[in-house]
């Protein structure tokens, strides 16, 4: 069976997982909890430190060790479908998001509480996920998949097996990846995601008139938020913390730049914006190198499986939807698909795979 029931692993080793998921994002741990709930047993494998992927947090201290904290990738997310406005309102009334703004369009945009990073947390807290490890290969070995890692903590090498594994990745990290017999590869080499820096930085001009998330008309910066003014954010300066993300042309252009000069243009870019000469008290500047998705894949159902065993689930699948949205939409998808085809599937996996 390519869905081994959980108590009888087709594996003579005792390590072996009925799902291996590759990424602690918010796609690979909405998976990871909705698989575990059918009773499949499952590990969650992150290369970070911790949760979160383009979802995550960042605490940087200056030299007076004063500690600033932001938003390192998305900022907020909102919800366009009837079932993730419904999971944004769960988690909301659960204490885990937190309603911070209404945009133009009239979306309410949500933050975890007390930073993005909480929300994926939330969702590893009754998980198996292990961090600082990083799969580098993967290979069928009789039967079941083995998955090489290294354990960034200390350089060690080992495997674990599993039944069936699910890329959580973006398409480029899964890519790689990937054996190279599948032919659900082909379909991952026209993805593209835009680059894009994000510079956090802390300010301390008094008069300094920035909306909480505005998007003003510049070809270097695409939206500024103050990370500050979020609901359940604790700062305990009268300094602002801004949070700064690129234009997805200017990031092109210069995403191999070294980090002094793209900060030095994003902050003379800014300084002409807000009419202010900056008083900078701490900063902080990231490379996304897949930030959000350019051009995605166009499916029936937002999500590729394949019988021997290998899933990929992400935000470049579900083109009506955006970011986070689409990756929860991807990830329930595949559950559900998963859930259908349950037992009924007859043993397969070695000959497809062959
Ligand atoms: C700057 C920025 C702004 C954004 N703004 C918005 C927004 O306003 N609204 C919105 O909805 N979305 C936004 N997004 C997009 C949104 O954050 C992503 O769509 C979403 O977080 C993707 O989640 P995911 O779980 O699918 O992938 P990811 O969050 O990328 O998770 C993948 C995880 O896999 C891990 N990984 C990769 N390879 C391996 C490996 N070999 N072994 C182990 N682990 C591995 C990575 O470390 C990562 O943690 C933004 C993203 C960025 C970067």
């Known amino acids: 069976m390519i869905l081994t029931d959980n108590n009888q692993t087709n594996c003579q080793e005792t390590n072996t997982v009925n799902f291996a998921v590759i990424g602690a994002g918010i796609s690979g741990l909405t998976f990871a909890n909705k698989i575990s709930a059918l009773g499949y047993t499952v590990a969650v494998f992150e290369k970070a430190r911790g949760t979160g992927g383009r979802l995550s947090s960042k605490r940087v201290k200056n030299s007076n060790q004063q500690t600033m904290a932001f938003d390192l990738g998305c900022t907020s997310f909102s919800g366009k479908s009837v079932e993730f406005k419904a999971q944004l309102d769960y988690w909301h009334q659960v204490g885990v998001l937190a309603p911070w703004l209404v945009d133009k369009q009239g979306n309410s945009h949500y933050v975890a509480s007390s930073r993005n990073s909480s929300l994926t947390r939330y969702l ?22 083995e998955l090489l890692y290294v354990d960034h903590n200390d350089g060690s090498e080992s495997r674990i097996y599993a039944d069936n594994v699910v890329f959580a990745t973006p398409s480029a990290q899964a890519l790689a990846l990937l054996p190279r017999q599948l032919e659900m590869k082909a379909r991952l080499t026209d993805v593209t995601n835009e680059p894009q820096w994000v510079l956090a930085l802390e300010v301390s001009n008094p008069d300094l008139n920035i909306d909480d998330m505005s998007f003003p008309d510049s070809e ?3 939206s500024i938020s103050i990370e500050s003014n979020k609901p359940t954010r604790e700062h305990p300066r009268q300094s602002k913390i801004l949070q700064i993300q690129t234009t997805a042309q200017w990031s092109s252009e210069y995403i191999d730049r070294d980090k002094q000069t793209v900060e030095g243009f994003i902050i003379k870019e800014l300084e002409l914006i807000t009419q202010q000469s900056l008083i900078i008290t701490n900063h902080y500047l990231h490379r996304w190198l897949y930030s959000t998705v350019s051009c995605g894949i166009e499916l029936d159902n937002p999500y590729l499986w394949n019988k021997c065993g290998i899933g990929l689930i992400g935000d470049y699948f579900d083109s009506k939807h955006f970011g986070i949205e689409a990756s929860w939409h991807s990830a329930i998808a595949l559950v559900n698909h998963l859930s259908d085809i349950g037992d009924t599937q007859t043993a397969v996996r070695a000959h497809e795979y062959d």
């Open 124 to 145: 590893s807290q009754d998980l198996d996920c292990y961090f600082s490890t990083q799969i580098t290969e993967i290979r069928m070995n009789n039967g079941v998949w």
């Open 220 to 222: 270097l910066i695409h």
